[in-house]
T-cell receptor, first 111, second 115 residues
Framework: DAGVIQSPRHEVTEMGQEVTLRCKPISGHDYLFWYRQTMMRGLELLIY????????DSGMPEDRFSAKMPNASFSTLKIQPSEPRDSAVYFC?????????FGPGTRLLVL | QKEVEQDPGPLSVPEGAIVSLNCTYSNSAFQYFMWYRQYSRKGPELLMY????GNKEDGRFTAQVDKSSKYISLFIRDSQPSDSATYLCAMSGPGSSGSARQLTFGSGTQLTVLP
């Protein structure tokens, strides 16, 4: 199994631009999670899906952030417009039971 | 007070030492306990998983859960330079579906094993 796949691995953009992060979960997993990690705040859960349906998006910082899961093998996290304070590492994780498996992350820098 | 407390370190030990990493928590409903290892510029990797109280051993790693004290530990025997990483505790529950799937993470302990 290839594990959780994320793209791009690195993204540098300018303030105000739209950013789209992509995730392919492990096949057969029914839960998908999006996290953000910074030195100051650690790992923060942004949103999670069960069987492609968003269950809890209370961690999404503001309306500039949106996430979709059109099918069981693909999810996107979009930031529009991006701001410098969005700079962080964004992780996608998937699970079929209690344990979660993380992707390698997308390192985002907003200038 | 955070729901899960973890000493951020940094912790530096010589090669071959026994390492003890710990977390305390406040939610008595937690029943699934995990340890993740995160190397620099990588994603967290599941290291150990324990259900409820007790010990679990896997090679040089031992996970302990004491639900009565709301305290979990990870022991690393014969530590190696390759063990240098950040270790995050995580927990969830009750139940095994819905919101129980959400993990509550500690802030992570940065460990360096010196050769």
């Amino acid at each position: 199994d290839a594990g959780v796949i994320q793209s791009p691995r690195h993204e540098v953009t300018e303030m105000g631009q739209e950013v789209t992060l992509r995730c392919k979960p492990i096949s057969g997993h029914d839960y998908l999670f999006w996290y953000r990690q910074t030195m100051m705040r650690g790992l923060e859960l942004l949103i999670y899906f069960n069987n492609n349906v968003p269950i809890d998006d209370s961690g999404m910082p503001e309306d500039r952030f949106s996430a979709k899961m059109p099918n069981a093998s693909f999810s996107t996290l979009k930031i529009q417009p991006s701001e410098p304070r969005d700079s962080a590492v964004y992780f996608c994780a998937s699970s079929s039971r209690e344990t979660q498996y993380f992707g390698p992350g997308t390192r985002l820098l907003v200038l | 007070q955070k729901e899960v407390e973890q000493d951020p370190g940094p912790l530096s030990v010589p090669e071959g030492a026994i390492v003890s990493l710990n977390c305390t928590y406040s939610n008595s409903a937690f029943q699934y306990f995990m340890w993740y290892r995160q190397y620099s510029r990588k994603g967290p990797e599941l290291l150990m998983y324990t259900y409820s109280s007790g010990n679990k051993e896997d090679g040089r790693f031992t996970a302990q859960v004491d639900k009565s004290s709301k305290y979990i530990s990870l022991f690393i025997r014969d530590s190696q330079p390759s063990d240098s990483a950040t270790y995050l505790c995580a927990m969830s529950g009750p139940g095994s579906s819905g919101s129980a799937r959400q993990l509550t993470f500690g802030s992570g302990t940065q460990l360096t094993v010196l050769p």
